[in-house]
Structure formats: C-alpha cells, structure tokens
C-alpha cells in the first residue's frame, strides 16, 4: 500500500461499518464491515464478517472471520475460523484452527495446524499440515509439502469434529512431497515420502520413494 496518510479504525461491541481504507484497524466483539475493506494492519478479537474484498499487509485474528469477496493478504496468524467465499493469495499463513476456502489459495508459505476446507488448488512454495481433524483440497502443489497427524485429536476445541484427521486430495504434487493419514489420487514428485496410514492410487516420482509398511500405494511409476 501507498505511504499516503490514513487513518484508525477501532470497533468494539456489536457494529457495523461501510468499509473504507484505513492504517490500522482493531476489531474487539462482533463487527459487520458491508463493503471493500483495505488496510496496512488488522487485529480482530471476536466475530467479524466482510461482504466484500479484504486486503491487509497484515491480519492477526482470534475468532471467527468470514471474508465474502477476495482476500490478498501479507501475513494472517492467529487461531479460530478462517471462512473465505472466494479465493485468497497471502504471502504467509501461520494459523491455528479449521480453514475453508471455497475458492483456490495462493501463498508462499502455508502453516496449519487444524483442518481445512479447500475447494481448488492450494499453492505453497512451503506447505506444513498438522492434521488435527479432516483436511479436503482438491488439488495441492508446491515446492516443500509436509502433512502429518497431530498425536491429538482435537485442539483447544478449535477444530470441529467432523470427521477423522486425515488429508483428502485428488492430486498432490511438489518437489519434496512427505506424506501420512492421507488419501490421494495421485502423488507426483522428485522425492517422495510415503508415511503411515496412507492410501494413494498412484505415486510418480523421479529420484526417491519411500513408503511406510502401513501405506497403500496402488502404482508406483518413476518418471
């Protein structure tokens, strides 16, 4: 964003506001924004619903967040709900709780512990999964990927139960691909790591594959 002067936004209770851009905006209980909302720093403690696009440098949240238009954001760490309508392109997601995204999302980096909702492609040059309940994405891809189970079932009770914790996918794709308590169409990769409690239709690899004893692994095609 611009270096032009903005100002604050702080809201706390039960509000509304138009949207707008702003420097910094502090959200404290239960806030409706019913527009476009654009600012350089977001600190929401509580429940807080855009109708429109959100962009934050960054968005620090404890709660509940619903964004109905797009999201491009710096960085959004925090714990709770994360619930996006549309897709979302962040440089670093660090996030504790339960994501869905109805749309792809695009980031550099993508550190989760919870589980997740992902309708399209999830992109993440470094991708880390601690699965504390059920994860689905229809496509994933990257450079780094790594999903593991969480030796807990829930977390904090931040994570709905809803299933087991477990990683669904139709394609998973990377450079260095470590996988466990996930389901796959395909696993595609240069080195490949097949942990436990996996099943996945077919593997294609180029230098390395290791699978787990507990895994099953359809067809096994180096390319």
Known sequence: M?????????????????????????ITGECEVSGDLACRKMSAMGNISVEGTLSSDELSLTGEAVIRG?????TIRGRGEL???????????????????RGDLEAERFLLSGACSIDGLLNADLL???LYGPCRVKEIGGE?????????SKLMGLVNAGGPAMLTADVIEGD?????????GVVRGN????????????VEYRTSLAVHKSAVVKERVRI
């Open 2 to 26: 611009s270096e032009t002067v903005l100002p604050d936004l702080r809201l706390v209770g039960t509000s509304t506001a138009a949207g707008g851009r702003y420097n910094r905006v502090k």
């Open 70 to 74: 797009t999201v491009r954001a710096g």
């Open 83 to 101: 619930r996006f309508a549309n897709a979302a392109r962040v440089d670093k997601v660090d996030f504790t709780g339960n994501v869905s995204v």
């Open 128 to 130: 880390e999964i601690r």
């Open 144 to 152: 780094s990927l790594v999903v593991k189970r969480s030796r807990v």
């Open 176 to 184: 260095s691909v470590e996988l466990s308590n996930t389901e796959a």
């Open 191 to 202: 080195r490949v790591v097949i942990g436990p409690d996996c099943a996945i239709g077919k």
